[in-house]
């Protein structure tokens, strides 16, 4: 579904199937495994995954069909579920499509249920999630991308597309604007 480039010889790769991060080492033309810890909520312990992204402390973040999971640099080859420290819950949402990075140091999440926020608390140095999530409830969010400006570019599925300036506020572009 993704990869993102990690170094000049390796590559992480999300697949849509079990325990579905790998990294690929380009010398030995083979894929080498990451450890995935994730609360058994399902009884699978499975983790597919669709989206990768790396925050702005070279952090990893996976999104997939059981939510978020990240790494820490003191283990980089073991990803473990989001849990907001402020609040102690997990991030809530299932099937995220797309994470982004932002220039501001705060990850967008688009999942089939909207737009999430997490914001990098320089404070306590963590990521909390946004109070103002979920962006564009209900909406299937298919894609993300930032632009030069700071703009935040949302795909959907089904609803056009939006721009969220850099200010704040929004711009739809539907079949009605010529889309």
């Known amino acids: 579904w993704s990869f993102l480039p990690l170094g000049k010889n390796t ?5 849509e199937a079990n325990k579905g991060i790998g990294k690929w080492d380009f010398k030995s033309d083979r894929l080498l495994g990451n450890t995935i810890v ?9 983790f ?14 996976a999104g997939g069909l059981q939510g978020v999971l990240h790494n820490s640099a003191a283990s980089p080859d073991t990803f473990r579920t989001f849990v907001d420290a402020s609040t102690g819950n997990v991030f809530h949402q299932s099937l995220v499509r797309s994470i982004l990075s932002s220039r501001d140091s705060s990850l967008w999440i688009g999942t089939e249920n909207g737009l999430y ?4 608390n320089k404070n306590k ?7 103002s999530s979920p962006y564009a409830k209900g909406i299937v969010i298919s894609g993300l ?3 030069r400006f700071g703009n935040l570019w949302v795909a959907t599925k089904g609803n056009g597309i ?3 300036y850099k200010k704040g506020h ?10």
């Not at 994730?38 to 499975?46: K, Q, R």
């Not at 140095?125 to 109070?131: G, K, M, P, Y």
């Open 11 to 15: 590559c992480l790769l999300a697949f």
């Open 38 to 46: 994730v609360p058994d909520l399902s009884g699978t312990g499975e």
């Open 48 to 61: 597919q995954t669709l989206s990768l992204c790396r925050d702005f402390q070279g952090g990893l973040w």
């Open 117 to 120: 926020h997490l914001i990098y």
């Open 125 to 131: 140095a963590r990521f909390e999630e946004d109070l």
């Open 145 to 147: 991308y930032q632009d």
């Open 162 to 164: 939006a721009c969220r």
């Open 170 to 179: 929004w711009r739809w572009l539907t079949m009605e604007n010529g889309l």
